[in-house]
Nanobody
Framework: QLQLVESGGGLVRPGGSLRLSCAAS????????IGWFRQAPGKEREGVSC????????VSVDSGNGRFTISRDNAKNTVYLRIDSLGPEDTAVYYC??????????????????WGQGAQVTVSS
């Protein structure tokens, strides 16, 4: 069974950058679509970026405004999400999610079966 573990969250000052990691076990990235989602207090979970089994990516225009970069390291079976120019609006719990590849990833949370425990990102001075 696929397991996902996020890391790299924490407290960051406005304007800073952060890289979140999502380590997968139980399957390899060659067979997975991985999505990054976030949920701020009082808000619905939203998709921010995803990467499919071939390495094709999708980024939410609404959420990222060009500040999100998704990548992966097949040797480490890990997907990364880098966020630049962080602002208070980026404060949220960030989750990675996985599913057996559909050859095109999705930014809809209902499309994913497996979820990590989440990583808190707090942007504050």
């Amino acid at each position: 069974q696929l397991q996902l573990v996020e890391s790299g969250g924490g407290l960051v000052r406005p304007g800073g950058s952060l890289r979140l990691s999502c380590a997968a076990s139980g399957s390899t990235l060659d067979y997975l679509d991985i999505g990054w989602f976030r949920q701020a207090p009082g808000k619905e979970r939203e998709g921010v970026s995803c990467i499919d089994s071939r390495g094709s990516t999708m980024v939410s225009v609404d959420s990222g405004n060009g500040r999100f970069t998704i990548s992966r390291d097949n040797a480490k079976n890990t997907v990364y999400l880098r966020i630049d120019s962080l602002g208070p609006e980026d404060t949220a719990v960030y989750y990675c999610a996985g599913r057996t590849t559909r050859r095109l990833c999705s930014l809809e949370s209902t499309r994913y079966e497996y979820w990590g425990q989440g990583a808190q990102v707090t942007v504050s001075s």
